[in-house]
Each structure stands twice: as C-alpha cells, then as structure tokens.
C-alpha cells in the first residue's frame, strides 16, 4: 500500500517520516513491532527514516545521502531487518550486507590476535626488566 500524490504530471511518493500519521500508517511489520514494544520515539522515528531511504521516497541530494548512510550505521541491525521484509527484492544489498559482516569479523580477530600479541610481548619485557633490576641492583 503506496500513499501517493496524484499531481496533473506526476505521481509521487510521499515520505512516511514526513507524514502527521506516520506511527499508524507504517506499512513495515518491523516497525509496528517497535512501535508495540515501547522503544524509543528517536529510535523509531530514525528507522522511518531508514525505511523511507531504503524505498526512495526520502530526499534525492548529498545531504540526504549522508544522513541515510549514517542512519544505516547507526542502526545496522535495524536496517538488515528492514530489508529482510522483502529479501528477493534487497538480496543484493543484503549479500553485500553479509560481505562486510564477514569481513568485519576478520578484521576483528586479526586485531584481537594482534592484541594478545602485545599483550604477551609487553609481558616478556615486563619480566626482563624485573630480571634487569635484581641483576644490577647486586
């Protein structure tokens, strides 16, 4: 169910996050969950936002770019929900999603590993000072 704007040219989309109704008329099943479930207004009115940008019905300019994609990092999971509601027509973003995902998880245990890393080379310097200080102290 698309709201629309019949004008004598053209027929546009009207922004769920620009509208008075917007909690009532949510046509996402995630966001009526959200809604049911006491989450904050902020919040829900952010993932409007996502949903509209995901539906092309929110802003068309650099401004609106940057905002969705911070919107998009923001609330990650929220966003993968969203396009889960209809996986054939998002299956590329959501493989894309899965891609980064994975590749953030690499990334992550190759900087835990680097940690530990440190962690045991500080530990053996640590050792060797304190091996340095009875040493000369004598």
Do not use: C
Request: charged share 35%.
């Amino acid at each position: 169910m698309k709201h629309t704007i019949n004008t004598p040219t053209q027929t546009k989309k009207i922004s769920y996050s620009a509208r008075l109704d917007r909690y009532t008329s949510i046509p996402s099943p995630y966001i009526q969950q959200l809604i049911a479930s006491n989450t904050p207004r902020k919040r829900i009115d952010d993932v409007i936002h996502i949903y509209d940008g995901i539906n092309g019905t929110w802003g068309n300019g650099m401004a609106s770019a940057m905002a969705f994609h911070g919107l998009k990092s923001q609330y990650g999971e929220d966003y993968l929900n969203l396009l889960l509601e209809e996986p054939e027509k998002y299956a590329d973003r959501i493989a894309l999603l899965e891609k980064q995902r994975k590749s953030d998880l690499r990334e992550e245990r190759l900087l835990e590993k680097q940690a530990e890393r440190e962690r045991k080379a500080e530990e053996r310097l640590n050792r060797d000072f304190l091996k340095a200080t009875r040493k000369f102290k004598a």
